[in-house]
T-cell receptor, first 113, second 113 residues
């Protein structure tokens, strides 16, 4: 069965600092991988996704993620964090067909001045 | 309108009330989902409708009753709820046979008194 682990429950970074949010997945075949962001009281918005091809994917709001098959990881990065990036971030894994996405428990990002 | 729309955005109800949450998607998708998001808990998949048929019901109490009259509309009927049912209820849609990418609504914040 698919599973997703986000080891960090809460991360605090300074504005302008770089960011890396970790995501590890468990899945037998090549997964479809996603990062979503959720602002307080809002729905989830897709940041980026990986299906195949180039293992470094670019997303919205200056985010990128790198798929590393050998480490079963799909970490999210941003070179310079803005205060508006404070939110909850969810990693998810899926597969072709009708299987619903499996989500991690999320990482809450706080940004300090 | 575009995307996934949920109404109402906020709902307060007593334990003996009957209310409904509504979700409408304008993306031409053929699968719809209800998720529950409680404070400090991971996203919980409640119901999945694929091609208007319920395909997954993750042991949700019978006081939650879903209805999917067509591929664009999804309802969650609420009856005799408990205070622990207070949460953000998220609707999502996807296209069967694709990657499983979910498109979320803004959520309905439910408070049960």
């Amino acid at each position: 069965a698919q599973s997703v682990t986000q080891p960090d429950i809460h991360i605090t970074v300074s504005e302008g600092a770089s960011l890396e949010l970790r995501c590890n997945y468990s899945y037998g075949a090549t997964p479809y991988l996603f990062w979503y962001v959720q602002s307080p009281g809002q729905g989830l918005q897709l940041l980026l996704k990986y299906f195949s091809g180039d293992t470094l994917v670019q997303g919205i709001k200056g985010f990128e993620a790198e798929f590393k098959r050998s480490q079963s990881s799909f970490n999210l990065r941003k070179p310079s964090v803005h205060w508006s990036d404070a939110a909850e971030y969810f990693c998810a894994v899926g597969a072709a067909g009708n299987t619903p996405l499996v989500f991690g428990k999320g990482t809450r990002l706080s940004v300090i001045a | 309108e575009t995307g996934v729309t949920q109404t109402p955005r906020h709902l307060v109800m007593g334990m003996t009330n009957k209310k409904s949450l509504k979700c409408e998607q304008h993306l031409g998708h053929n699968a719809m989902y209800w998720y529950k998001q409680s404070a400090k808990k991971p996203l919980e998949l409640m119901f999945v409708y694929s091609l208007e048929e319920r395909v997954e019901n993750n042991s949700v109490p019978s006081r939650f009753s879903p209805e999917c009259p067509n591929s664009s509309h999804l309802f969650l009927h609420l009856h005799t709820l408990q205070p622990e049912d207070s949460a953000l209820y998220l609707c999502a849609s996807s296209q069967v046979g694709d990657s499983g990418e979910l498109f979320f609504g803004e959520g309905s914040r439910l408070t049960v008194l």
